[in-house]
């Protein structure tokens, strides 16, 4: 490369700088994250033929995933009839838990930010850091604490029986939807808290003042000026809460059941039972593209929307 002039020599030295630093990461990534998935892209397009693997490149896969089978599909040792693919069906199941979990985890994790943010004076590390002390344990023991809250003589059954609110523990608390919601809703709230708390810090409080003397209420500077500052910091906790929620299989297998199998469940059972490690991958592919997409989507009307606002 010709360098000419001392602008461009000091440029290509911030640049070899950079490349540098960047170096360790990008090789880590390239060596934990992209040859690994492209393994996984090559592993969706073989079939499964026994117990031997078949490398003939085939769409089969993504075919049984999106085409319904006049075959009956068993799951759960029970053989049913589907209209649409049982792979498909998980997946717009699993986004509406994960959008529920989600969602719940922004309204709990927005007003503890705030409050931290423009309530708290001094200290407001060790508030940060008491609300991530239920995080140091184990997060298969935070999950199995749920069973022990959920179960049929947990901890909500017994105190409704105590009170005389109920005249038996309740059956429908454990091993559904909604314990799978609530579950990934706590397990996820404290992550989603940092974000938000640190757009929240970075809003200017002259802003606010300069509003409150032009006769803004408090809602209004709220509505005009603190949630459309600390926007970025919301759409990166829903991101990072969502995404790892959907492929979720942990939680559902402990305090979900039957009623509560997700898309990471199925993926899970097609490589450790089913042997057909082609097919789990093909759904691990879709399910990645599912929520690629939806992040760009959630990317592209936020980004959109500020641009909307810049041109009023």
Same mark, same amino acid.
């Given at each position: 490369?010709?360098?000419?002039?001392?602008?461009?020599? %000091?440029r290509?030295r911030?640049l070899r700088?950079g490349?540098?630093?960047l170096l360790?990461?990008?090789t880590?990534? &390239?060596?934990?994250?992209?040859l690994? @998935?492209?393994a996984?892209?090559l592993l969706? @397009?073989?079939?499964?033929?026994?117990?031997d693997i078949?490398?003939? #490149?085939t769409?089969e *896969?993504?075919i049984r995933? @999106?085409?319904?089978s006049?075959?009956?599909t068993?799951?759960?040792?029970?053989?049913?009839?589907?209209?649409y693919?049982?792979?498909?069906i998980l997946? $717009?199941?699993?986004?509406m838990m994960?959008l529920? %979990?989600?969602?719940?985890v922004?309204?709990?994790?927005y007003?503890?930010?705030?409050?931290?943010?423009?309530?708290i004076?001094?200290g407001?590390?060790?508030?940060?850091?008491? !609300?991530?002390?239920p995080f140091?344990?184990?997060?298969? !023991?935070?999950? $199995?604490s749920?069973?022990v809250?959920l179960?049929y *003589?947990?901890?909500?059954?017994s105190?409704?029986?105590?009170l005389?609110i109920?005249d038996?523990p309740?059956? $429908?608390?454990?091993?559904t939807?909604g314990a799978?919601?609530?579950?990934?809703?706590h397990?996820?709230?404290?992550?989603?808290?940092m974000p938000?708390?640190?757009? #929240?810090e970075k809003?200017?409080?002259n !802003?606010?003042? %300069?509003?409150?003397?032009?006769?803004?209420?408090r809602w209004?500077?709220f509505r005009?000026?603190?949630w459309? +500052?600390?926007?970025?910091?919301t759409?990166a906790?829903?991101l990072?809460v969502?995404?790892?929620?959907?492929g979720?299989y942990?939680?559902?297998t402990?305090?979900?059941?039957p009623?509560?199998?997700?898309?990471?469940?199925?993926?899970q059972?097609m490589f450790?039972k089913? *042997?057909n490690?082609p097919?789990?991958?093909? &759904?691990?592919?879709?399910m990645m593209a599912?929520i690629?997409? !939806?992040?760009?989507?959630?990317l592209?009307?936020s980004g959109?929307?500020?641009?909307?606002a810049? +041109?009023k």
């Open positions: 490369m010709r360098i000419n002039g001392p602008i461009d020599a %000091a290509w911030q700088v490349f540098a630093l360790p990461a990008g880590i990534m &390239v060596l934990m994250l992209a690994p @998935f492209l996984l892209v969706s @397009f073989w079939r499964q033929s026994g117990f078949d490398p003939t #490149l769409a *896969n993504y995933i @999106f085409a319904p006049d075959q009956p068993v799951w759960n040792g029970i053989p049913f009839y589907l209209a693919p049982v792979p498909l997946l $717009f199941k699993s986004l994960a529920t %979990a989600t969602l719940a922004i309204l709990l994790a007003p503890m930010a705030y409050f931290i943010a423009f309530r004076r001094r407001k590390a060790v508030w940060i850091l008491l !609300l991530t002390i140091w344990t184990s997060y298969l !023991l935070r999950v $199995f749920w069973k809250v179960g *003589n947990g901890a909500i059954n105190g409704l029986v105590a005389g109920i038996k309740l059956d $429908f608390l454990l091993y939807s799978v919601t609530v579950t990934l809703a397990s996820w709230v404290a992550f989603a808290v938000i708390y640190v757009s #929240l809003i200017d409080r !802003l606010l003042d %300069a509003a409150s003397d032009l006769g803004d209420s209004q500077r005009r000026i603190t459309p +500052l600390s926007l970025p910091g759409i906790a829903t990072m969502f995404i790892p929620t959907v979720d942990v939680t559902p402990l305090v979900g059941g009623s509560g199998t997700m898309i990471g469940n199925l993926i059972d450790l089913r *042997n490690a097919m789990g991958a093909a &759904v691990a592919i879709v599912v690629g997409l !939806l992040a760009l989507l959630v592209w009307a959109f929307r500020r641009l909307r810049r +041109l």
